[in-house]
């Protein structure tokens, strides 16, 4: 399965992003997935994850009612809709696969086989 992220771009702060994940090779429909950031100098962190059947989502605290993960199983991607942008969700956004068998939520990286290769993400103020 190989990922490519797509959507990063420059925005205002309060503005909005719709990235995208498509994949190849293989079907989304058979793993959970979720997206993650590294900011410069940070460590990658979690922002997001749908189970398989997109029944169930989470979200960090820190984007908690301003993004929404969804998934298009017809078109073999996933989205994150990112409202109300802020100057510390600058970041690049990758997006991940992974989870086999397994029905529920992933929130470790290290939980996940396939990664996109990162879309930049610039708030500014």
């Known amino acids: 399965v190989q990922l490519q992220a797509s959507g990063g771009g420059l925005v205002q702060a309060g503005g909005s992003l719709r990235l995208s994940c498509a994949s190849s090779g293989g079907t989304f429909n058979n793993y959970a997935l979720g997206w993650f950031r590294r900011a410069p100098g940070q460590e990658r962190e979690f922002v997001t994850a749908?189970?398989?059947?997109?029944?169930?989502?989470y979200y960090a605290d820190s984007v908690k009612g301003r993004f929404t993960i969804s998934r298009d199983g017809a078109k073999n991607a996933v989205h994150l809709q990112m409202n109300n942008l802020k100057p510390e969700d600058t970041a690049v956004y990758y997006c991940?696969?992974?989870?086999?068998?397994?029905?529920?939520?992933?929130?470790?990286?290290?939980?996940?086989?396939?990664w996109g290769q990162g879309t930049l993400v610039t708030v500014s103020s």
């Open positions: 991940a696969a992974g989870g086999g068998t397994w029905s529920g939520i992933l929130y470790r990286s290290d939980e996940y086989t396939y």
């Open positions: 749908i189970s398989r059947s997109g029944g169930t989502t």
